[in-house]
Nanobody, 122 residues
Framework: QVHLVESGGRSVQAGGFLRLSCTAS????????LAWFYEPPGSGRDFVAA????????YYSDSVKGRFTISRDNAKNTVYLQMINLEPLDTAVYYC???????????????WGQGTRVTVSS
C-alpha cells in the first residue's frame, strides 16, 4: 500500500512561486505514473499535471502550462510541482496521485495524498 504525503503549500502573493513535494512510503513510486490535481474552494478536483513512470513525458492543463513544472526523483520516491507566476485562481488544495498509467481523470488514480493548501493573494 503506497502512502503519499504532500508538503510545501502555504500562502503567497500573486506572482510568487512555490514548490510542492509528494513523498511516498510503503512502496516505490518508480513504476507509477504520478499526477497533481487541485481542488479550488467550492469546486471539484481537477487535473493539473502528470508525469510518466520514467519521467520522459509530462502533461499539463491549459491553465498552468508554462507556469508549472512536474518532475520526479525516483531515487527519493518523490514527485514535485514547481509553480511560478502564481495567480489567485491557483488557490486550492493540491493533491498528488499515483496510478498505473498517465490519465487525466481523478478516478483513474489509485493512491492519493491528504493534500496541501496553496493560497495566492492579490
Amino acid at each position: 500500500q503506497v502512502h503519499l504525503v504532500e508538503s510545501g503549500g502555504r500562502s503567497v502573493q500573486a506572482g510568487g512561486f512555490l514548490r510542492l513535494s509528494c513523498t511516498a512510503s510503503g512502496g516505490t513510486l518508480s513504476s507509477y505514473a504520478l499526477a497533481w490535481f487541485y481542488e479550488p474552494p467550492g469546486s471539484g478536483r481537477d487535473f493539473v499535471a502528470a508525469i510518466s513512470s520514467n519521467g520522459q513525458n509530462t502533461y499539463y492543463s491549459d491553465s498552468v502550462k508554462g507556469r508549472f513544472t512536474i518532475s520526479r526523483d525516483n531515487a527519493k520516491n518523490t514527485v514535485y510541482l514547481q509553480m511560478i507566476n502564481l495567480e489567485p485562481l491557483d488557490t486550492a488544495v493540491y493533491y498528488c496521485a499515483a496510478g498505473n498509467l498517465v490519465r487525466f481523470r481523478k478516478d483513474d488514480y489509485d493512491y492519493w495524498g491528504q493534500g496541501t493548501r496553496v493560497t495566492v493573494s492579490s
